[in-house]
């Protein structure tokens, strides 16, 4: 029964977009409950990790937000993106525009990974 909990627990995880460290966490029986990565607040910001170019990484934004209200010009709009600086990591505020329910809802990204790559290959 206590292996069935966590593997239910990993596929939980996962299905929610969970980072790494908390997962390993969850699999290892620390105490903490697993934490879903929504993006809905800097602290649940979604993990945008580096794979091989800077846009390419970046795109990664846009297919969670596809994923999360569907396609965009008809069901959201992106209504603005800015770069915020938190606890020596850096995020993407992308605010956007529910079109069916008129409602702006701001996501949270984190890119310190292919922020600090792009850095690298600018100096």
């Known amino acids: 029964m ?3 909990k966590r593997w239910i627990t ?3 995880c996962i299905l929610m977009w969970v980072s790494p460290a908390i997962l390993a966490q ?5 105490k903490e409950t697993c934490m879903v990565m929504d993006g809905n ?5 979604i993990v945008i990790k580096y794979i091989g170019e800077y846009n390419k990484s970046i795109n990664q934004e ?5 994923a999360k209200f569907g396609t965009r010009g008809k069901d959201y709009e992106i209504m603005g993106q800015k770069l915020l600086q938190y606890n020596n ?7 956007v525009k529910l079109l069916t329910s008129r ?17 690298r290959q600018l100096r």
Not at 26 to 30: K, R, W
Not at 62 to 66: D, K, L, S, W
Not at 103 to 119: C, G
């Open 2 to 4: 206590k292996y069935l």
């Open 10 to 12: 990993f596929l939980w």
């Open 26 to 30: 969850e699999l290892s029986g620390a």
């Open 41 to 45: 607040s800097i602290e649940k910001a």
């Open 62 to 66: 846009y297919q969670h937000i596809a």
């Open 89 to 95: 990591k850096f995020y993407d505020e992308i605010t």
């Open 103 to 119: 409602q702006e809802r701001k996501l949270y990204f984190d890119i310190s990974e292919p922020f600090a790559q792009l850095r």
